[in-house]
């Protein structure tokens, strides 16, 4: 009672004041906010002297001190602050943190948690906490300004372009980044057009590398390149988080249509809380492979450390997740220390498989609302669209391991252990629809295996994953179209449901796409390599092989992309830019609008066949 009475007095006092004191802190904060982005670039990006590091040191630590008062200001003006402190428990503990590094450094001269994690072998930690507590604060201060504007005027634009701009403004901050002195070795000069290759690789999590990341790139670059890549593969969440958080303005069909492209219609509709879900769920599945990954690294060779072994984790974890394709050491997984490590390599493909499965058909599978439906309603099952990605994803896995197994038993599985041979079989199945990250070199793979590698890749991924190609269900409509032309049916049935007409169409109009934007791409590739061609350096199914890898988003290459030239690597860029904003998306952006589609021409009959 005392509590009620108490605030209710500190409300009328500070009444008056709250509207100024809130508007100067909103776009003061937004100053700050952006005024760090630059001070942080400079500070990471360029040689800094010890003088200059005092200096900017400063001014971030003058930034937390502006971010506690800001926040306990918002505490004190709120009506009830104990509601806010429950909404906002996450910046809460993050000013805490500042508030506990900030008192033991001041008064003993030591940043405890730094110090601690120092003892591990994380010397880093303080530039990564700086450049974290930043990233988080300036979401928050966005997010705010964000609900505090009716932004619906500057959505008029067409989704398939928004998202588009959106992956494109990544890419190119990325390039920017990646440029700057201190992202490379020293002594290497970072061109534009190879940091645009590796940015939008990166992005679109597509793990092609033309230029050596692992050995060009320093810490602080490839700290950029898994940012790109976490940002990338959630970049289509990103996509529809966005129309979630304008949903109270209302959407349009047309917009609801596309939105319904890169997720399914039920979970997008099910709750603006769903994005925030995805987040809990792709942190907590890259924490869980983080830590079996560490726990299965052999502390040995340039592995010792166990700040490296640390490294290999995190990064390892995201980019398998993310079925992004890019790995930093030299060979990947035919590294002589991780070709031999198979519980590693398992541990690897699982994350490739949860990653390109797609986290609506994860929330399904394995999520606690549904797992709990499904034991107190026994008779209810997986959803219909789980069923067919689930059934279509293991049927595949299987098949091209039978292949791999068939054709490759006497050439790359020759001298492995019984369960080497099972898990590099596996292994090298699954990555052509998922991720470039191979445990042989492809290049010595027999052509009948490589032929059904570009099957593989062009099927791709699940709906709503990271992973590109056509898409597991695109394929099994399209399967399921065929025999029942075959079986003289006028409907497309799978797991007796009928497929509406709108989807066939629609699953045809992506191969189609897919194809023709493919030949395009491998008949201008022919022109730009034609001199390396004539040379015998690379031959036309390495060019086809390098294209289809790209556009489907995979990674896996015949040792072709470092010797592409300058033209030929612009090709490969737009091949894996259009393949991570999909197709449909490019076929979206430039259709005409109908007026009506209440009207039908006479049926005309041709010779099909």
């Known amino acids: 009672m005392w509590w009620s009475n108490f605030r209710e007095k500190v409300n009328l006092s500070i009444y008056n004041s709250k509207r100024f004191v809130l508007l100067f802190f909103r776009w003061t904060q937004a100053l700050v906010a952006l005024s760090m982005i630059s001070v942080l670039v400079y500070y990471y990006g360029f040689p800094q002297t010890s003088e200059s590091k005092v200096f ?88 705010e300004i964000f609900r505090k504007r009716d932004f619906k005027q500057y959505f008029k634009v067409h989704p398939g372009l928004l998202f588009m701009l959106s992956i494109l403004i990544i890419i190119l901050i990325g390039t920017g980044l990646l440029m700057l002195p201190e992202m490379s070795i020293e002594g290497y000069d970072m061109s534009f057009l190879d940091a645009l290759f590796v940015s939008t ?86 924490f869980i492979g983080f830590i079996l990954i560490f726990l299965v690294l052999k502390p040995i060779g340039e592995f010792h450390d166990l700040s490296s072994r640390l490294y290999f984790a995190i990064f390892n974890s995201v980019s398998s997740f993310c079925n992004s394709g890019i790995m930093m050491e030299t060979g990947g997984f035919q590294h002589q220390l991780l070709r031999d490590n198979y519980i590693l390599q398992l541990i690897i493909i699982t994350l490739f498989f949860l990653g390109g499965f797609g986290m609506v058909y994860l929330f399904d599978l394995f999520g606690i609302r549904s797992l709990r439906k499904r034991m107190r309603f026994p008779w209810k099952t997986l959803r219909f669209d789980t069923k067919v990605t689930l059934f279509t994803t293991l049927l595949l896995i299987v098949l091209g391991a039978i ?145 289809v890898s790209a556009s489907c988003t995979v990674g896996l290459t015949l040792n072709v992309t470092p010797i592409l030239t300058d033209p030929g690597k612009i090709i490969i860029i737009l091949a894996m830019f259009i393949g991570r904003v999909g197709t449909l998306s490019i076929a979206y952006l430039f259709s005409r609008k109908l007026i009506s589609k209440r009207y039908k021409y006479p049926k005309g009959h041709i010779i099909v066949g």
Request: aromatic fraction near 18%; include cysteine; hydrophobic fraction near 55%.
């Open 56 to 143: 900017l040191n400063r001014i971030i630590e003058f930034s937390f001190i502006f971010y506690i008062v800001r926040f306990f200001v918002k505490v004190i003006y709120d009506f009830n602050p104990i509601n806010f402190l429950k909404e906002r428990w996450f910046e809460a503990l993050v000013v805490v943190f500042l508030i506990f590094e900030g008192v033991s450094f001041n008064m003993f001269g030591v940043l405890v948690t730094s110090d601690f994690f120092k003892t591990i072998g994380f010397n880093d930690f303080t530039d990564f906490s700086n450049i974290a507590i930043q990233i988080i604060f300036m979401i928050y201060i966005f997010m």
């Open 403 to 547: 292949v791999y197994a068939i054709f490759e038993y006497d050439n790359t599985l020759e001298g492995k252990s019984p369960f080497g041979k099972l898990v590099t079989t596996f292994y090298n199945s699954m990555i052509p629809r998922y991720t470039g990250i191979s445990s042989v070199d492809f290049s010595t793979l027999g052509y009948p295996f490589l032929v059904f590698t570009l099957f593989l890749m062009f099927i791709g991924a699940s709906s709503g994953s990271s992973g590109g190609g056509i898409r597991v269900s695109t394929f099994a409509i399209l399967f399921s179209s065929v025999i029942a032309t075959i079986r003289g049916k006028t409907q497309v049935e799978l797991f007796k449901r009928s497929i509406d007409n709108s989807l066939v169409l629609k699953a045809y109009s992506i191969l189609m796409f897919f194809i023709v934007g493919n030949i395009i791409g491998i008949f201008a590739l022919t022109i730009t390599e034609e001199a390396a061609i004539t040379a015998g350096q690379i031959s036309i199914f390495d060019l086809i092989f390098e294209h």
């Open 201 to 286: 690789s990166a992005t679109s999590c597509a793990g092609m590398d033309a230029i050596g990341m692992g050995s060009v790139l320093s810490f602080k670059g490839q700290v950029v390149v898994l940012f790109l890549i976490q940002i990338g593969a959630l970049n289509t969440i990103a996509f529809v988080a966005l129309y979630l958080l304008i949903a109270k303005f209302g959407i349009g069909l047309k917009q609801h249509d596309i939105i319904e492209d890169y997720v399914n219609s039920e979970s997008f509709l099910d709750s603006e809380s769903m994005f925030f879900r995805i987040i809990k769920w792709v942190i907590g599945i890259e």
